[in-house]
């Protein structure tokens, strides 16, 4: 199902792949293996194409932006306030990417900055990436599996719907925090979909509680129901 094809490289030089699967269910979905960045959603009809993710050419447009483009972000997703938290009775100090205040997303060389290592397993992509001890400030070295899935809904013979799937676990050699997320804050092309005005579009967000936040939208750990 997955077919691997170059995809640029980035500026030290490092070359990065591009993984295509074309599901037959009229999807075909790209994603690079620089961050496990979502790249292209693409619906196919006898007639045309219509590519509704607003993705990159190459992996340099990556590299370059900061608004973490559908992608794996973490160690820790969200922000830390301050760049400190209390782990077993010492106090660690993260990198402040975010206004020189907050630690975001995983620091500067987060999840999503990072080339992982992928392998096609029949129909699926697993991605792995060790981060070492000391990376952004947080202990432990963190070895994280992404395995990528693309899964099918049918009724009655049918198939009426296609899904893209990521299971994602971690291991650590030191208690340290872990909050993995699929930041899929992608520009989507509405358009293309014949939704002229945002006032079309509905989007739901499946939670069972949320949290309050502080200034820096830091999260403070009270649970609302």
Known sequence: MWKKEPFGKLSSGKECSLYTADTGTGVRISI???GISLVSFVFTDSDSERDVLLGFDD???YE???FYSGCIVGRVASRIADGK???DGKEYQL???NNNDTHLHGGFIGLS???WDCEIVGDTLQFSHTQPDGTEGYPGNLEVVVTVSIRTKSR???ITGTFLSLDMSARCDQATPINLTFHLTSIWTVRTLGLLLITNLLCSIMLGT???TLKQYSPLGDIIL
């Open 210 to 212: 949320s949290q309050w």
């Open 59 to 61: 992996v340099s447009g």
């Open 85 to 87: 938290f209390e782990l």
């Open 32 to 34: 690079t293996d620089y």
């Open 64 to 66: 370059t932006h900061d």
């Open 113 to 115: 900055k990072v080339v």
């Open 95 to 97: 990198t402040l990417n």
């Open 156 to 158: 009655g013979g049918k």
